[in-house]
T-cell receptor, first 113, second 114 residues
């Protein structure tokens, strides 16, 4: 059973379009992180959200943490081919907060020129 | 710092053989994680350590899997005996004590068991 469900699992769109990917759970997390993974490499952190309702922007990427800290979304504006990759959300849980880091299955994004 | 270093990058072994994967975390990081990634199951947490002590090994699939961290700069993940279904990319990651900090990943070990 996946603790974090990501949707869609695959997404292929044209350059210039907007998109949103989702990360949902029935559990509350101390924090939510988004990572991007390129082929042959490990995931690399994009952002961390900690407060319910928090919104963070990273250039054309907008991240939101749900009010109840159970879900998150990633919105990309005017997608570019360089945005292609595997996007993973990760939730922190543990006795002292966010020690245990579990990942969703990922959204494989392809941006076509 | 060179980042998290994993070895080997690729490993091909025959079913039944012992396999040992190695990881050197970033110096000063308190937490070390072992993950397994497959297309079907995504990135699964196998086990994680805090200050060299195993905290949660509930993700270790079977007794065939074992992990150790004899000191702050080295960890191993061993599979004995290996099976074809163990074929996957195994990642090691480390992070600082503060749970909201970035987990830094190694480049992974691609294991193929034939």
């Amino acid at each position: 059973t996946q603790l974090l469900e990501q949707s869609p699992q695959f997404l292929s769109i044209q350059e210039g379009e907007n998109l949103t990917v989702y990360c949902n759970s029935s559990s509350v997390f101390s924090s939510l992180q988004w990572y991007r993974q390129e082929p042959g490499e490990g995931p690399v952190l994009l952002v961390t959200v900690v407060t319910g309702g928090e919104v963070k922007k990273l250039k054309r990427l907008t991240f939101q943490f749900g009010d109840a800290r159970k879900d998150s979304s990633l919105h990309i504006t005017a997608a570019q081919p360089g945005d292609t990759g595997l996007y993973l959300c990760a939730g922190g849980r543990g006795v002292q907060g966010a020690q245990k880091l579990v990942f969703g299955q990922g959204t494989r994004l392809t941006i076509n020129p | 710092d060179a980042g998290v270093i994993q070895s080997p990058r690729h490993e091909v072994t025959e079913m039944g053989q012992e396999v040992t994967l190695r990881c050197k975390p970033i110096s000063g990081h308190d937490y070390l994680f072992w993950y397994r990634q497959t297309m079907m199951r995504g990135l699964e947490l196998l086990i994680y350590f805090n200050n060299n002590v195993p905290i949660d090994d509930s993700g270790m699939p079977e007794d065939r899997f074992s992990a150790k961290m004899p000191n702050a700069s080295f960890s191993t993940l061993k599979i004995q005996p290996s099976e074809p279904r163990d074929s996957a990319v195994y990642f090691c990651a480390s992070r600082l004590f503060d749970g909201n900090t970035e987990a830094f990943f190694g480049q992974g070990t691609r294991l193929t068991v034939v």
